[in-house]
């Protein structure tokens, strides 16, 4: 792109200011104007135009200043010791800070999840579904996870919860275990015989083994690898081209062997059984079976290999447990691809927005496609470098690669830099929209659209006969999802046909990859057929792959720097009078030693006379300097108007001329009052926030209200500032959740909307920092703290001893109980130092000893008290609660719902469904700000539904405590979330597993929709048995720990259509273990179920200590709620549709 030239202007326009001749010629004009009749040489060895040109210049050095860099006139004297912010204090936030947000679309939480290590795409969709039945009995709204049998089906709604996220990740290729996206191994080895080298390619492909028996295949894999026969041993037990006959049943080896041959180009069955020894908590050994069934092989040799291989040389190979046999690959192949995905569970788990989660986090399904065609090519050209080239090509069709780019790259290609920068913050560098479109899921895979790829290649001429065939998991041909018909409707497949030639159904949520193994490619030159050598077809392949490969870029510049200044000497004056000629006396040679008194008299008149402009032009200079205490952040700047001193140093004879009174602080009283302070400094305030598009005018009406004007505009300086050096954070950060499964309970571990909201209502912005947790002298443990602002401050410091079992729990529980106790008036005790006459600010713990204060004197104690009530409403406000309902959906069937229809009547057109984008804020209701205050709590209301993202509706609870209702909430709400933490809800995928387990005996008839519907209604009516006994139990006020005491849940018999399975001894067994594995998983379920149950049915009863509406007073003035009288509050209006408060 064309620059044009920089040049120098051959006749520059100045500013005014800095137009020496210009301030010339209007001074004189000023002159004229005022003086004419008795001033008029205007020539310049007038004293009085000397003096004039003498300030004119004044007043361009000073415009000079101000040209200057803004960077100069901002930067320190001090170097920053960080190099990322070179301006400390100053509301300077970095492209990457500021313009960056927690992921909100789906293409942004696909963004997050690539930029890990170990994820090479990702997909997410909203399409899994919580569903539950709703219906009205007798006036009510009730809920059910199983659809009433007595109930018409035209009154039973179906509901499906809305925010719920299905993750798929295609995992990067590992250096040593290869693809972790699928569940393959392959073996190689070569067999020479007379006629040379056979090549034998062997392909394991393991089941689902996370669903046939999750737990124990946790264990394997947790296991230490090794070879010992006393801590591993496998055995492979079956061996058959149906998953009914075992090979090995045949007595003799001959005819193994001529088996094995008969089908050597089928899918085999195997079934392994590993014996293992697990290593318990105590270092003890346990030993433990794992048995793998129907995993498949296929083998791929030529005649030679075939005949040469024998079912005992195949059972060696495959009961290798060495680390290069099967079972120890797919073992490390695994537990490298589990921890890729818990990686991705991490980062979604920390980047969870509100009333948002996660119901499957899982790999991508991945759908093997074999290619073949006739290729002509030229004469010339090289077909191993043809082929690897068409290899390459299909990969790139199938899986698009998604590139990396540079900050320098996108800011060359002319890209805005808040386009950039729009997403989340990345570690490896900045992917572009178009590429993650063209990355998506595909449907289906066209063959032009290869052939257009391929006839790009150098050196083809034609692509015939083409065909694309798919393979499923288990590596056999998969029919029906060829070559569809379509006359307008919805496409029909012929259901025996295999190969497509022109279009291949891919199927929902899966991923497809070349399956090189099976495909064939026949090059031809000249009509002479051709076969490349595949050992350089590899070479060449690896050496395209390498050659497109753009790794993640872990080093490159993230960030735009911000622009450092050179600190300049800002503050230096030069005196105007010592600019004056030598003959005026007064400058740094005063007047000479034989000058009379007269004379000497006039210097000094003159001296005085100019120190009006001296002081004037030395503030403006002074003013400059201080520019960026102005804008500052700082909370002790206590000044916006800046003067300068003089003294004997800078002007000789000043002392000779200042009177008694010249001192800073005179001089900064005439300069600027406290009132007038308190309102520049403020509006500076005001300037910054508006940048952000913020502002704090209600709240600085109602604090005038409450405090009266300086005490409030003095409070509007901290809580503004506050809110400013919070702000990258609450700004990127303004709808994200907590993590529900890491570091509960801890400080910095909360809704975002929360920290935000609470900065809008004016609380500090404090945090604990626990230093030094050791054991107690007695049980539990002792916690060091200290509560510190973000000026590190300290508000409160001391230790106290809670009874826990580790520091990070001491911690948790410490600031839990801090929290409580900082409330209690009664944990006060102001302490009067009667050798100082000084009060502090001191803190009791349980024994009521003071053990914690606040480290500084007051002078009254009034001061104390004050700081006493601060620190009661900011604990106060720190208890509140932000619930996210669909938190508290079912987690399973069974699990607890939510009361939906508790007041009012009674209606399925949207309340139906309690759990859908909606949140409660359980507020202290006892602080006695809101309680004094009417207009406070309205205000606390409106900003609570202005922050609150405009797609939840939020509902505003302010609970009492005087009978403990808030308490009662607050421990149901974090004993649950313990319980909680524990489980991993997106493996428990009961559904899958219960499919699973009926898949393996189901009769050649049965379909998948039927096994998916027989699977939904087991475990809809085992779960509504569990459901009836929870609710029986909890209903009747039975503590968890007395459940089975009580009457101890019994599990109802599982059965199965005999369509499914018609063999009645299958049936049964089959039956059997389902409800082996629904018993042993919903015996855990019981606790985290029961105090779900718990939360929902407080969460539902909690009642607001506010009415929702007051008596009209016709002077009120305001809308929201149009029923007041004074203050009391009566009445039953209800709030605008898009919030609500009980």
């Known amino acids: 792109m064309s620059q044009s030239p920089k040049t120098i202007a051959k006749h520059p326009v100045l500013e005014p ?63 920053s010791t960080d190099p990322a912010m ?75 919860s809305l925010g719920l996220y299905e993750v798929s990740l295609e995992l990067e290729a590992d250096p040593e275990q290869g693809d972790l996206n699928d569940r393959k191994v392959e073996y190689s080895s070569i067999f020479h015989d007379a006629d040379g080298a056979h090549s034998t390619i062997m392909e394991l492909r393991f089941p689902a083994l996370n669903l046939a028996d999750g737990e124990l295949w946790q264990l394997f894999l947790e296991g230490a690898e090794s070879t010992d026969d006393e801590l591993l041993y496998v055995t492979l037990s079956r061996l058959g081209a149906t998953k009914t006959y075992n090979v090995f049943s045949e007595s003799q080896e001959e005819n193994r062997d001529t088996y094995l041959r008969n089908h050597w180009r089928t899918v085999f069955y195997l079934d392994f059984t590993i014996d293992f020894t697990h290593i318990l908590a105590d270092k003890s050994q346990k030993k433990e079976t794992l048995h793998i069934n129907n995993a498949t092989l296929r083998v791929y040799s030529d005649v030679s290999a075939k005949t040469a291989m024998t079912t005992e040389v195949l059972k060696t190979i495959l009961e290798n447990k060495r680390s290069d046999g099967f079972i120890q690959r797919y073992r490390r192949k695994a537990k490298a691809a589990q921890a890729a995905v818990q990686s991705a569970k991490l980062a979604l788990l920390s980047h969870r927005n509100l009333d948002e989660d996660y119901c499957v986090v899982t790999v991508v399904g991945i759908e093997e496609v074999a290619v073949c065609a006739d290729v002509e090519v030229k004469p010339d050209a090289d077909i191993e470098w043809v082929q690897a080239r068409i290899w390459f090509e299909i990969e790139q069709y199938f899986n698009p690669s998604i590139r990396f780019y540079t900050l320098q790259e996108l800011l060359e290609e002319g890209d805005a830099v808040e386009e950039i920068f729009n997403g989340p913050e990345l570690n490896c560098g900045f992917i572009k929209a178009d590429d993650l479109e063209k990355a998506s899921l595909k449907t289906e895979l066209r063959v032009s659209d290869i052939i257009n790829r391929l006839m790009d290649i150098e050196g083809v001429i034609a692509v015939n006969r083409m065909l694309l065939t798919k393979y499923d998991a288990e590596g056999n041909v998969v029919k029906g999802a060829a070559d569809p018909e379509s006359n307008g409707a919805a496409p029909k497949f012929d259901p025996h046909k295999t190969s497509a030639s022109w279009v291949l159904s891919v199927s929902k949520q899966h991923q497809p990859r070349l399956y090189r193994n099976a495909s064939r490619f026949l090059f031809y030159k000249n009509g002479l057929p051709f076969l490349p050598r595949m050992d350089e077809v590899f070479d060449t392949l690896n050496q395209l792959r390498g050659e497109a490969e753009r790794p993640k870029l872990n080093s490159v510049d993230k960030d735009l720097c911000i622009p450092t200044g050179t600190c300049r000497e800002r503050e230096d004056y030069y005196p105007l009078q010592y600019s004056l000629p030598l003959v005026y006396g007064i400058g740094p040679e005063g007047v000479p030693a034989h000058a009379s008194a007269l004379r000497r008299a006039q210097a000094k008149q003159m001296k005085s006379y100019l120190m009006l402009f001296e002081q004037m032009l030395a503030n403006a200079v002074v003013q400059l300097a201080h520019t960026a205490d102005l804008f500052s952040l700082d909370p002790d700047i206590r000044q916006s108007y800046f003067v300068k001193m003089f003294s004997e140093k800078l002007i000789k004879g000043f002392d000779d001329i200042k009177g008694d009174n010249y001192t800073k602080e005179a001089l900064e009283g005439i300069t600027e009052t406290l009132p007038e302070f308190f309102q520049r400094r403020n509006r500076f305030l005001d300037h910054l926030l508006a940048r952000f598009g913020e502002q704090f005018s209600e709240y600085a009406l109602l604090l005038n209200t409450v405090y009266g004007t300086q005490v409030a505009l003095d409070r509007l300086i901290d809580d503004k500032i506050s809110f400013l050096k919070a702000y990258p954070v609450i700004s990127h950060d303004r709808a994200k959740a907590f993590d529900y499964h890491h570091g509960l309970f801890l400080q910095e571990n909360q809704s975002c909307i929360k920290k935000r909201i609470s900065l809008l209502l004016g609380y500090p912005d404090l945090t604990f920092f626990f230093t030094g947790t050791h054991p107690a002298y007695g049980p539990g443990y002792t916690v060091p703290f200290e509560l510190k602002d973000k000026n590190n401050k300290i508000w409160l410091k001391g230790k106290i001893t809670v009874p826990a079992l580790t520091p990070e729990e001491a911690e ?115 602080m006695t700000l809101y309680t004094d205050n009417l207009e406070l709590r309205r205000f606390a209301e409106r900003t609570i539904r202005e922050e609150t993202p405009a797609h939840l509706l939020g509902k505003t609870c302010w609970v009492g ?6 308490d009662r909430f607050e421990e149901a709400w974090y004993h649950w979330l313990t319980v909680n933490s524990t489980f991993d809800w997106t493996e428990e995928r009961l559904q899958e597993r219960v499919e699973w387990i009926l898949a393996s005996s189901l009769t050649t008839t049965a379909s998948e929709t039927s096994a998916y519907q027989c699977a939904a209604d087991i475990l809809a009516a085992y779960g509504m048995e569990f459901f009836r006994w929870m609710e029986e139990r909890v209903m009747a006020g039975i503590v968890f720990d007395k459940f089975d005491e009580t009457a101890p849940f019994i599990p109802p018999a599982v059965s199965i259509p005999q369509e499914l399975i018609e063999d009645e001894e299958t049936n049964k067994s089959t039956a059997q273990s389902i409800k082996n594995f629904l018993d042993s998983r919903y015996s855990t379920y019981k606790e985290v179920s029961c105090r779900l149950w718990n939360v929902v049915n407080l969460l539902s009863k909690l009642r607001n200590i506010y009415p929702v509406a007051t008596l009209h007073d016709c002077d009120a003035g305001s809308d929201i709620n149009p029923v007041r009288l004074d203050n009391t509050a009566l009445g039953g209006s209800s709030l605008s549709s898009s919030s609500e408060t009980t």
């Open 17 to 79: 200011a800095a137009d020496f001749y210009r301030l010339r010629r209007d001074g004189i004009g000023f002159i004229e104007q005022m003086a004419s009749r008795l001033w008029t040489d205007y020539n310049t060895h007038d004293p009085g135009i000397t003096t004039l040109e003498v300030l004119c210049y004044a007043i361009t050095d000073l415009a000079y200043r101000m040209e200057w860099d803004i960077k100069d006139i901002l930067a320190p004297e001090t170097l």
């Open 86 to 160: 070179p301006y400390p204090n100053q509301a300077f936030f970095t492209a990457r800070e500021i313009l960056t947000i927690n992921p909100v679309t789906t293409d942004d939480f696909r963004r997050l999840l690539i930029d890990l290590q170990k994820i090479r795409n990702a997909w997410v969709e909203c399409s899994c579904k919580t569903s539950y039945y709703a219906w009205c009995d007798k006036g009510q709204l009730r809920l059910s996870c199983q659809q009433p049998l007595d109930i018409s089906p035209s009154t039973v709604k179906k509901v499906s």
């Open 812 to 926: 948790t529980d410490a600031f839990r109980e801090l929290l409580v106790r900082m409330y209690q008036p009664h944990s006060y005790h102001i302490v009067h130092k009667h050798t100082t006459g000084l009060f502090q600010l001191a803190f009791k713990d349980k024994t009521r000893k003071l053990n914690s204060a606040y480290p500084l004197l007051f002078s009254k104690k009034a001061d104390a008290e004050e700081l006493q009530k601060e620190l009661q409403a900011w604990s106060a406000n720190e208890r509140l609660i932000v619930v996210e309902h669909l938190l508290l959906r079912p987690k399973f069937p069974g699990d607890a719902l939510y009361p939906a229809c508790t007041e009012g009547g009674c209606i399925t057109c949207g309340d139906e469904d309690p759990y859908s984008f909606r949140l409660t804020f359980v507020m202290p209701g006892w």
């Open 961 to 966: 405590n005087n009978d403990g209702q808030f």
